[in-house]
């Protein structure tokens, strides 16, 4: 199975709180995990990415945890902004440069 | 350095004419990806070329197909334009292939088929 998937596919969240993302995945050959961040009328943009031999990856206020036994990993955004406001998506390979995708988390953060 | 460019940006066509979408990825980057973005789908691979060989190839039909030229940069054309084809075609760069190495889309062209 080549499947990812993500929840929620909506998230609300105040400015400060924290937004969290889930995906899971059933394929244990996955090897790379990337998060992109995607703006109406813009392409997706590569926000962070993890391989599954590390539980944690930190860069800024954005965490990706990664749970291999559970086929699991999740995008966390700390003092979530209005400015974070956008849709989300997970995506895993085993084959270099070909993704799959989840099916995308629509965020809003309120003001 | 300059992102991934895509041209153009807006197409409208008639079911069963045909259609080539254009790619310029970063420079240095040698591997060019397409994926299609839906409402209903989400984002599907398409396919990957890297030294102007197709890499990898999703689950489309023939009439979807690409080529990339000596200096990476790489067309897409989907012959017979169906009314479902009406989507966000995006073009995806990275340095190389056979690894996953960070991919870095373009803005995307967004084609309508009437």
């Known amino acids: 199975q080549q499947q990812v998937k993500q929840s929620p596919q909506s998230l609300i969240v105040q400015k400060g709180g924290i937004s969290i993302i889930n995906c899971a995945y059933e394929?244990?050959?996955?090897?790379?995990f990337p998060w992109y961040q995607q703006f109406p009328g813009k392409g997706p943009a590569l926000l962070i990415a993890?391989?599954?031999?590390?539980s944690e990856k930190k860069e800024g206020r954005f965490t990706i945890s990664f749970n291999k036994s559970a086929k699991q990993f999740s995008l966390h955004i700390m003092d979530s902004q209005p400015g974070d406001s956008a849709t989300y998506f997970c995506?895993?390979?085993?084959?270099?440069?070909?993704?799959?995708f989840g099916g995308g988390t629509r965020l809003m953060v309120k003001p | 350095k300059a992102g991934v460019t895509q041209t153009p940006r807006y197409l409208i066509k008639t079911r069963g004419q045909q259609v080539t979408l254009s790619c310029s990825p970063i420079?240095?980057?040698?591997?060019v990806s397409w994926y299609q973005q839906t409402p209903g789908q989400g984002l599907q691979f398409l396919f990957e070329?890297?030294?102007?060989?197709?890499?990898n190839k999703g689950n489309f039909p023939g009439r979807f197909s690409g080529r990339q030229f000596s200096n990476s940069r790489s067309e897409m054309n989907v012959s017979t334009l169906e009314l479902g084809d009406s989507a966000l075609y995006l073009c995806?760069?990275?340095?190389?292939?056979?690894?996953?190495?960070?991919?870095?889309f373009g803005p995307g062209t967004r084609l309508t088929v009437t």
């Open positions: 394929n244990t050959a996955f090897d790379y």
């Open positions: 993890i391989r599954p031999d590390v």
């Open positions: 995506a895993a390979t085993n084959a270099g440069n070909m993704l799959t």
């Open positions: 995806a760069s990275s340095l190389a292939a056979g690894t996953s190495y960070e991919q870095y």
């Open positions: 420079s240095g980057h040698r591997s």
């Open positions: 070329y890297f030294s102007e060989t197709q890499r």
